[in-house]
């Protein structure tokens, strides 16, 4: 069974039941299904329109239904979960559901990650009645939750009759891997339990057959692409997001080893190639990039993006200094050179293998790297009792991470953007925040799905703003035996927002965050939380959580100033500050 690639097969593939002829289902073809894409578990929030549906997909061997506390949760974990498995799927109901879930479908589309959501619609005998349902807004038109859902996915299925429901499952589903977006899929409350005859025989695995290169695009691109290459004196090599899209990490690393180029990831892209690599030379973000990273990138006379998403957040504020003349963008399927020329049906993975084989070697960028490189000094240590400074949490995380098995850092939207982006990675450790779309509160789902989809242990960086979004979540971790450590920022507010802009609405009200954890725990499942204001603290807070405390849900409030921020925000707040408040241009 082949997915594209999108997530591979599930380890329980082997256990999916096929129905003999005539009890074959609407609701058990759509289980299948998932579980043949890739789907383990699917979050859920129940309602009255889609309770049938999800006593298919229950009953479905392989396949796990994961209750959530709302339905935006629910939408953050299918997201957290497709960018560990390659695909995800949430199930809602009709229209306060739907609309429920939307902001976490648009983000999902905007970080190009293919999602399934799954709606329970109204009775198939309701379309077309003139009726005024409930869970509508007041109208017979029941196209609302449809019309909304258009502009953030790349297909959608209304499934209210059985002659096509097949087809437009499979189309929805193999679209939404193909395209790597999310797919809507509205099937009436009185379908999933009655049979029909198209899913009487034996389902046929998917095979979606992948997208080739032009050949006589490949070879041209990659003839301009060596001449542009090869007369440089000190190119460089920058990884972009879009290489998870056009699933070509380990051609970029080939490429990397081949070449010889000094390595750098744009922010969003951290995570997605090794740091590992011997000519890794850090994060390429602007004014706010690792030590001397943006040195070597802006210095080069060539560089070579795959994948890049160049906007406001990436160039903080649109001050990169890049120049497009010395560029070559690779996108998915697109090569551009400088100004020109562009080489379109190229896909990325057969255009970076191939450049691999055939690209000079040239380590002058990295050689001028390792001249000019200054390691960084030492944190100044901290007085006995002292308050906890972000710097000091971060350099015990980084130790960490580099002692513990941990299976990805997830970063939530705000400081901890900047100071997850100076981890050093080890091999195997993934790296995931919401650049494109940076809607706070995204980690706590987005950690739920990410750590049922892999099984490790994750290390969750989320501010305190960002924590009352979306807090009731660590519920359904807890359910579901997790074991991630989330690092809880009580620093009072927005503190992101703060240096863009502040205001009073910047400044929050205080929980008592760990006695909120301890009420959700309410002595049912594994969790630990404690509340760490000085460094001896967090010490014995790490020790426990990576020692007695190993099989727990694990969280740590760490209480710091207001106004402890990173530079690296600094600087980049006041930029895009710069950026937001350009006045009008003259009519």
Request: include cysteine.
């Amino acid at each position: 069974m082949e997915s594209n690639g999108g997530g591979g097969g599930s380890p329980k593939e082997a256990a999916v039941v096929v129905p003999s002829s005539g009890d074959a289902t609407l609701g058990g073809h759509l289980a299948r299904r998932l579980v043949q894409v890739g789907v383990s578990d699917v979050f859920a929030v129940p309602g009255d329109f889609n309770l049938t549906l999800l006593d298919h997909l229950i009953a479905e061997p392989g396949l796990r239904v994961v209750g959530c506390c709302n339905e935006l949760n629910a939408g953050y974990a299918a997201d957290g979960y497709a960018r560990a498995r390659g695909v995800g799927a949430c199930a809602v109901t009709f229209t306060v559901g739907g609309l429920s879930v939307l902001n976490a479908i648009g983000g999902a589309y905007s970080e190009n990650l293919p999602l399934i959501c799954i709606v329970g619609g109204p009775n198939s005998n309701d379309y077309g009645t003139n009726r005024i349902l409930h869970h509508t807004i007041g109208l017979p038109d029941f196209s609302q939750e449809l019309r909304c859902f258009q502009p953030l996915t790349c297909y959608q299925a209304v499934v209210n009759n059985l002659d096509d429901a097949h087809d437009q499952i499979d189309r929805a589903i193999s679209t939404a891997i193909r395209e790597s977006k999310p797919v809507y899929i509205s099937v009436s409350c009185n379908l999933p339990a009655v049979p029909h005859p198209t899913f009487s025989r034996d389902p046929v695995p998917y095979f979606l057959s992948p997208r080739l290169s032009n050949q006589a695009s490949l070879h041209a691109a990659l003839d301009a692409t060596l001449a542009f290459l090869d007369k440089a004196v000190k190119p460089v090599l920058v990884a972009g997001p879009k290489l998870r899209v056009a699933k070509s990490g380990g051609a970029f690393v080939d490429l990397a080893d081949a070449s010889g180029y000094a390595v750098a990831a744009m922010p969003s892209a951290k995570g997605l190639v090794p740091e590992t690599l011997p000519r890794f030379i850090g994060t390429y973000w602007g004014a706010v990039s690792t030590a001397f990273c943006a040195e070597i990138v802006e210095s080069a006379d060539a560089y070579l993006f795959a994948g890049p998403i160049f906007n406001d957040y990436s160039s903080v504020g649109y001050s990169c200094l890049l120049k497009k003349e010395k560029a070559v963008v690779v996108q998915p399927d697109r090569v551009t050179i400088g100004n020109g020329p562009a080489f379109g049906c190229v896909m990325m993975r057969d255009f970076l293998s191939e450049l691999a084989k055939r690209v000079r070697k040239n380590t002058t960028a990295f050689d001028n790297y390792k001249r000019i490189f200054v390691p960084e000094g030492q944190l100044p240590e901290c007085e006995a009792g002292e308050a906890l400074r972000v710097n000091v949490l971060f350099k015990h995380i980084q130790r960490m991470i580099g002692g513990a098995e941990i299976g990805a850092v997830m970063a939530e939207t705000g400081d901890s953007w900047f100071n997850c982006q100076k981890l050093r990675l080890p091999e195997g450790c993934g790296y995931e925040f919401q650049m494109q779309y940076g809607s706070i509160g995204w980690s706590v789902g987005a950690l739920l799905g990410y750590a049922q989809a892999v099984q490790k242990r994750v290390v969750a960086c989320i501010g305190d703003g960002s924590f009352q979004v979306t807090a009731q979540d660590v519920s359904t971790m807890l359910r579901c035996g997790q074991r991630s450590i989330i690092f809880l920022i009580n620093n009072g507010g927005y503190t992101i927002e703060v240096e863009i802009h502040d205001g009073p609405y910047n400044v929050i009200k205080n929980w008592d965050y760990v006695g909120l954890v301890n009420a959700i725990h309410n002595g049912e499942g594994r969790c630990w939380a404690t509340r760490v204001r000085c460094e001896e603290e967090l010490e014995a807070a790490i020790a426990t959580a990576t020692g007695d405390k190993a099989d727990s849900l694990c969280f740590i409030e760490v209480v710091a100033h207001k106004d402890d921020t990173s530079k690296e925000l600094l600087e980049w707040g006041s930029r895009v500050s710069a950026a937001n408040s350009r006045p009008p241009n003259p009519q």
